[in-house]
């Protein structure tokens, strides 16, 4: 059964500085890996999505990076800025039999940027 | 990407009564997903909505407690039936046209029993 894990749980830092999120999963037989941004109370924003045979994307100050053989994903934000306090969800997207299609969530990281 | 419309944002439940929840797309979408997501937690998947068939549900969750409907490839409802306090939290329906693009998430519905 595949298990999503995310470290830390919460983090506050300062304006401006680079912090990296991090997410593992227990089965490498995924089809996709899929970070997402999740305000209080709201719905989920996508961030950027890994394909199994990519090893990085990349999104304005966001880059998120996939190790599928070890099962590790990071999400690097570069000069944090208040608006991105929020919580980051990791998804990774199942491939086989009953598991195509679902997305399996981490805990995910509240983060906060404090000006 | 698709762009979701889900229905109520919020509300407020007597115990025992049920609510309805609506998924409307702007576009035809192959798969539609509905998740819960308890105060606190993270999001768990209830089932998969089949365009013109029964719903694909998951370990923990039943038809007669969430009844999903899907008539065509732009709507699809969940009902969250017979509510107790335990059913308070946010609903949010998933869609995805293939599984290479990704999915987009509605902004939820945010449900509180009383």
């Known amino acids: 059964k595949q298990e999503v894990t995310q470290i830390p749980a919460a983090l506050s830092v300062p304006e401006g500085e680079n912090l990296v999120l991090n997410c593992s999963f227990t089965?490498?037989?995924?089809?996709?890996l899929q970070w997402f941004r999740q305000d209080p109370g709201k719905g989920l924003t996508s961030l950027l999505l890994?394909?199994?045979?990519?090893r990085e994307q990349t999104s304005g100050r966001l880059n998120a990076s996939l190790d599928k053989s070890s099962g590790r994903s990071t999400l690097y934000i570069a000069a944090s800025q208040p608006g991105d306090s929020a919580t980051y969800l990791c998804?990774?997207?199942?491939?086989?039999?009953?598991?195509?299609?679902?997305?399996?969530f981490g805990q995910g990281t509240t983060l906060q940027v404090k000006p | 990407s698709a762009v979701i419309s889900q229905k109520p944002s919020r509300d407020i439940c007597q115990r025992g009564t049920s609510l309805t929840i609506q998924c409307q797309v702007d576009?035809?979408?192959?798969?539609m997903f509905w998740y819960r997501q308890q105060p606190g937690q993270s999001l768990t998947l209830i089932a998969t909505?089949?365009?013109?068939?029964?719903?694909?549900?998951e370990s923990g969750f039943v038809i007669d407690k969430f009844p999903i409907s899907r008539p065509n490839l732009t709507f699809s409802t969940l009902t969250v039936s017979n509510m107790s306090p335990e059913d308070s939290s946010i609903y949010l329906c998933s869609v995805g046209r293939q599984l290479n693009y990704g999915y987009t998430f509605g902004s939820g519905t945010r449900l509180t029993v009383v």
């Open positions: 890994i394909q199994s045979s990519q």
């Open positions: 909505a089949n365009q013109g068939s029964e719903a694909t549900y």
């Open positions: 089965d490498s037989a995924i089809y996709n």
């Open positions: 576009s035809q979408v192959t798969m």
């Open positions: 998804a990774v997207m199942g491939h086989g039999s009953s598991n195509t299609g679902k997305l399996i």
